[in-house]
C-alpha cells in the first residue's frame, strides 16, 4: 500500500519484481452478456467503450501478462467494469505517476493497495473501501501463533525488516525482544526467517502473501497483528481503495455501486483468495475509521472536496 500510514513501504522491494509486466496493452475483456450492454448506461471514459485502469504491475493487485489483467485489485474493477458494460484496459506506469494520469484524464481509475490518506480525498474521488491491509509477520509455518499476534507476543525473539518501511520506530521500541535488524532487501529479510536467524519479518504483506501462493516449498505463514495503542504505524490497519477523478462522479458512483456489490457477493474475498491473500483480516475494518469528518460522514455520505449528491447504480448489479 504504497506511501501509507499503515507501514507498507514507499516503493515495491525486489522479490517480486518479476511479476512486474513491463509495457501495457489491451485486455483480453471478458465477454459482455446482452443483459449488460442493455442495461448500463453511457460513461465517460479515456477511450469509448473501455474503463482505462493507471496500474504500476505490482502483483499480487495488479498485473498484465498474456494479454490477461491480473491481479486482486484490477480483477475486482474487471469485474464492476463487465456489470457496467465496459472492457479494461491497463496503463502500466510508474506509481507515482498514477495519481497525475487520472487527474488529467488519461486513465479513469487507479489502483494497486492503495491506502486512503486525506490527501488522496482532497485530489481523487476515493471508494468504499475494497479491502483493509494491515500489517502482518511473517515467521516460519511451524511457529504456534495462528490467527493473531500482539507486541506482548515478541518478547524475546528476534525481530527484523528492510529498510524504507515507515514503522521502523515502532517496531524498534517493541520491549525486551532479543533483537531488531534492518536488512537491504526483503530478499535477505525472507532467507533469514527460512534459516531460523530471525524469527519474524515486517514486509509487505499482500507480496510475502503472493510469494508463498507461487512457492509452496518455503513452508512460512503470516499472522496478523492486533492493533495496539502506541504503535499505530505497525499494528493499524490501512483501507484500500478505488481512485477516479473529481471531475467524473457518474463513473465514480457506478464503480462505488459496484463496490457495495463485492462486499454483499463476497466477490472480493473470492478474489483476493486467487491471489494468495488469504487471511479473513483483509475483510476485516479497523476499530476506527479515519474518514469519518474527512471524506464521509457517519452514514457514509460523501465530504469534503468529493461531495455530491450521488446518482443511484445498484440496479446494474442485481
Same mark, same amino acid.
Given at each position: 500500500?504504497?506511501?501509507?500510514?499503515?507501514?507498507?513501504?514507499?516503493?515495491?522491494?525486489?522479490?517480486?519484481?518479476?511479476?512486474?509486466?513491463?509495457?501495457?496493452?489491451?485486455?483480453?475483456?471478458?465477454?459482455?452478456?446482452?443483459?449488460?450492454?442493455?442495461?448500463?448506461?453511457?460513461?465517460?471514459?479515456?477511450?469509448?467503450?473501455?474503463?482505462?485502469?493507471?496500474?504500476?504491475?505490482?502483483?499480487?493487485?495488479?498485473?498484465?501478462?498474456?494479454?490477461?489483467?491480473?491481479?486482486?485489485?484490477?480483477?475486482?474493477?474487471?469485474?464492476?467494469?463487465?456489470?457496467?458494460?465496459?472492457?479494461?484496459?491497463?496503463?502500466?506506469?510508474?506509481?507515482?505517476?498514477?495519481?497525475?494520469?487520472?487527474? #488529467?484524464?488519461?486513465?479513469?481509475?487507479?489502483?494497486?493497495?492503495?491506502?486512503?490518506?486525506?490527501?488522496?480525498?482532497?485530489?481523487?474521488?476515493?471508494?468504499?473501501?475494497?479491502?483493509?491491509?494491515?500489517?502482518?509477520?511473517?515467521?516460519?509455518?511451524?511457529?504456534?501463533?495462528?490467527?493473531?499476534?500482539?507486541?506482548?507476543?515478541?518478547?524475546?525473539?528476534?525481530?527484523?525488516?528492510?529498510?524504507?518501511?515507515?514503522?521502523?520506530?515502532?517496531?524498534?521500541?517493541?520491549?525486551?525482544?532479543?533483537?531488531?535488524?534492518?536488512?537491504?532487501?526483503?530478499?535477505?529479510?525472507?532467507?533469514?526467517?527460512?534459516?531460523?536467524?530471525?524469527?519474524?519479518?515486517?514486509?509487505?504483506?499482500?507480496?510475502?502473501?503472493?510469494?508463498?501462493?507461487?512457492?509452496?516449498?518455503?513452508?512460512?505463514?503470516?499472522?496478523?497483528?492486533?492493533?495496539?495503542?502506541?504503535?499505530?504505524?505497525?499494528?493499524?490497519?490501512?483501507?484500500?481503495?478505488?481512485?477516479? #477523478?473529481?471531475?467524473?462522479?457518474?463513473?465514480?458512483?457506478?464503480?462505488?455501486?459496484?463496490?457495495?456489490?463485492?462486499?454483499?457477493?463476497?466477490?472480493?474475498?473470492?478474489?483476493?483468495?486467487?491471489?494468495?491473500?488469504?487471511?479473513?483480516?483483509?475483510?476485516?475494518?479497523?476499530?476506527?475509521?479515519?474518514?469519518?469528518?474527512?471524506?464521509?460522514?457517519?452514514?457514509?455520505?460523501?465530504?469534503?472536496?468529493?461531495?455530491?449528491?450521488?446518482?443511484?447504480?445498484? #440496479?446494474?448489479?442485481?
Amino acid at each position: 500500500m504504497p506511501a501509507n500510514g499503515t507501514g507498507t513501504q514507499v516503493s515495491r522491494r525486489d522479490f517480486l519484481r518479476h511479476t512486474i509486466v513491463i509495457g501495457a496493452g489491451l485486455m483480453a475483456a471478458p465477454l459482455l452478456s446482452r443483459s449488460a450492454l442493455a442495461a448500463a448506461p453511457k460513461f465517460k471514459t479515456a477511450e469509448d467503450g473501455f474503463i482505462t485502469i493507471a496500474m504500476s504491475g505490482a502483483m499480487p493487485m495488479t498485473g498484465y501478462e498474456g494479454g490477461k489483467l491480473m491481479g486482486s485489485d484490477a480483477e475486482m474493477i474487471a469485474a464492476i467494469a463487465n456489470k457496467l458494460g465496459l472492457a479494461v484496459k491497463p496503463a502500466i506506469m510508474q506509481w507515482s505517476a498514477t495519481i497525475e494520469a487520472i487527474k #488529467s484524464g488519461r486513465a479513469d481509475i487507479m489502483v494497486g493497495n492503495m491506502s486512503w490518506t486525506p490527501k488522496r480525498a482532497d485530489a481523487m474521488l476515493l471508494t468504499d473501501a475494497i479491502y483493509y491491509a494491515g500489517n502482518l509477520a511473517t515467521m516460519r509455518a511451524d511457529m504456534p501463533f495462528k490467527d493473531s499476534i500482539g507486541i506482548a507476543d515478541f518478547k524475546g525473539y528476534s525481530l527484523g525488516t528492510s529498510v524504507g518501511y515507515n514503522f521502523v520506530p515502532d517496531l524498534k521500541k517493541i520491549p525486551d525482544t532479543k533483537e531488531v535488524k534492518l536488512y537491504d532487501t526483503d530478499d535477505a529479510a525472507i532467507r533469514d526467517v527460512q534459516a531460523g536467524r530471525l524469527d519474524f519479518a515486517f514486509l509487505d504483506g499482500p507480496e510475502v502473501d503472493y510469494m508463498v501462493l507461487k512457492n509452496g516449498d518455503l513452508k512460512l505463514k503470516q499472522v496478523p497483528l492486533r492493533s495496539t495503542e502506541g504503535y499505530p504505524l505497525l499494528t493499524d490497519k490501512g483501507i484500500a481503495v478505488m481512485g477516479m #477523478s473529481l471531475d467524473n462522479p457518474d463513473l465514480f458512483d457506478a464503480f462505488n455501486a459496484g463496490v457495495k456489490w463485492l462486499w454483499s457477493s463476497k466477490t472480493n474475498g473470492t478474489i483476493l483468495t486467487k491471489n494468495g491473500m488469504t487471511s479473513p483480516d483483509y475483510l476485516v475494518a479497523p476499530q476506527a475509521n479515519p474518514r469519518i469528518g474527512v471524506d464521509r460522514d457517519e452514514s457514509g455520505k460523501i465530504l469534503g472536496a468529493a461531495a455530491h449528491t450521488p446518482k443511484d447504480f445498484s #440496479s446494474l448489479f442485481g
